[in-house]
Every structure is written in structure tokens, then in C-alpha cells.
T-cell receptor, first 113, second 113 residues
Framework: DAGITQSPRHKVTETGTPVTLRCHQT?????MYWYRQDPGHGLRLIHY???????DKGEVSDGYSVSRSKTEDFLLTLESATSSQTSVYFC????????????FGPGTRLTVT | AQSVSQHNHHVILSEAASLELGCNYS??????LFWYVQYPGQHLQLLLK??????LVKGIKGFEAEFIKSKFSFNLRKPSVQWSDTAEYFC???????????FGRGTSLIVHP
């Protein structure tokens, strides 16, 4: 599982509240990603990081921000949660050193009421 | 920008039937190709990948895929499916040297015992 953990695993929050999801990896991978998964849409990239303090937007970045102050942690923040952000969020890393593939975390199920 | 199409959104099979899931991509340069599987309630895991060489790639659990460059396709096959293959399957493509893969919308496979 490439040592990826996500927290929390489940969260219910109210519209308008800020929410931060955390992704933690233990294997020093340079590239990290946040995806959301919704029925009929597959996986959509929200933001990604290619190093500490280096991040960029994906295809569905509106309403989300990220930060990466340490190699091992990649935070996703919903500044003011909306019901359209109810989803399952997956963090991933890219093993660019050996297997050249992505590894995914266990996911966070977020419900915005 | 590259795009990935998975033509079969839902597939229902009986055990022992053969499986073929389509994946087409649009990108004219060198690509790396992946198939991931997501079992119910779990995260994505790599089934197989293609970088170069033999266009017929064998993966885990009896799956294989064939890269046909002229057709921009990377179809997934399994000669005889099992109930335990019930899952969602995602095709992903990234341009050679890139670390930002594009995912298809996924195919939901249900195998009846």
C-alpha cells in the first residue's frame, strides 16, 4: 500500500464549514495527488504536488486548496464546503523510482449536509 | 490534452465468461498505459501496465491487455472471469515522461456466480 494513510476516513460536515483532509506517506515520494471519485465521473484530479511547496491545479480545483510543507504530508482544504463536494477523496503518490506507477490511499468519504 | 474513453460503463457476466473491456486514448506521442481495479469499498490497485516492448501485457489475477498503437487502444481481457472479479476497472494514460495520468470514467463489472 506504499505507506499511504488518509485522515479522517469518514466525515460529515455542514455547508459553509471549512474542512481539511490529510494524506500522509512514509516512502518519500516526490509526487502526490488528490482525486475525487463520483459515480459516472471516475477519478478526477483536484490538485497535485511535485515537491515541498510545489503544487498545481487539476481539472476540478475550484473550491479546493492544498498545501505541502513536508514531503510526507499533503493537505486538501475545502474552504467553505458545499453539497457538490460530497464525494470520496483519494490521495495518491507516484513511485517514480522503481515501479513507476501510482499508489492510492484508502480514501476519505466526505458528506456535506 | 490527452483523453481516455472507456466504452463499456457497465458489464454483467456469468462466471467463466470471457471479458474484454475497451480503452481508447487520444494522444499522438509516447504513452504509458495502466489498468487499475477497485474492489467494492477499497482503493485502486494496479492490475497491469505498459511502457514499451511486447504489446501484450500480463498482469495479476489472470488479466492481460494488448496495446494496439494504430488504434490508440489498450483493451483489458480475461479468458474466464470469477465472482471475485466484481469490481470497477479504470484505464489510465500518461504521456511518456509525465507524472499526471488521465483516467477513464471506469467500467463497473458484475460477475454472477
Amino acid at each position: 500500500d506504499a505507506g499511504i494513510t488518509q485522515s479522517p476516513r469518514h466525515k460529515v460536515t455542514e455547508t459553509g464549514t471549512p474542512v481539511t483532509l490529510r494524506c500522509h506517506q512514509t516512502e518519500n515520494h516526490r509526487y502526490m495527488y488528490w482525486y475525487r471519485q463520483d459515480p459516472g465521473h471516475g477519478l478526477r484530479l483536484i490538485h497535485y504536488s511535485y515537491g515541498v511547496k510545489d503544487t498545481d491545479k487539476g481539472e476540478v480545483s475550484d473550491g479546493y486548496s492544498v498545501s505541502r510543507s513536508k514531503t510526507e504530508d499533503f493537505l486538501l482544504t475545502l474552504e467553505s464546503a458545499t453539497s457538490s463536494q460530497t464525494s470520496v477523496y483519494f490521495c495518491a503518490v507516484w513511485d517514480a523510482g522503481t515501479s513507476y506507477e501510482q499508489y492510492f490511499g484508502p480514501g476519505t468519504r466526505l458528506t456535506v449536509t | 490534452a490527452q483523453s481516455v474513453s472507456q466504452h463499456n460503463h457497465h458489464v454483467i457476466l456469468s462466471e467463466a465468461a470471457s471479458l474484454e473491456l475497451g480503452c481508447n486514448y487520444s494522444y499522438g506521442g509516447t504513452v504509458n498505459l495502466f489498468w487499475y481495479v477497485q474492489y467494492p469499498g477499497q482503493h485502486l490497485q494496479l492490475l497491469l501496465k505498459y511502457f514499451s516492448g511486447d504489446p501484450l501485457v500480463k498482469g495479476i489475477k489472470g488479466f492481460e491487455a494488448e496495446f494496439i498503437k494504430s488504434k490508440f487502444s489498450f483493451n483489458l481481457r480475461k479468458p474466464s472471469v470469477q465472482w471475485s472479479d466484481t469490481a470497477e476497472y479504470f484505464c489510465a494514460v500518461n504521456a511518456g515522461g509525465s507524472y499526471i495520468p488521465t483516467f477513464g470514467r471506469g467500467t463497473s463489472l458484475i460477475v454472477h456466480p
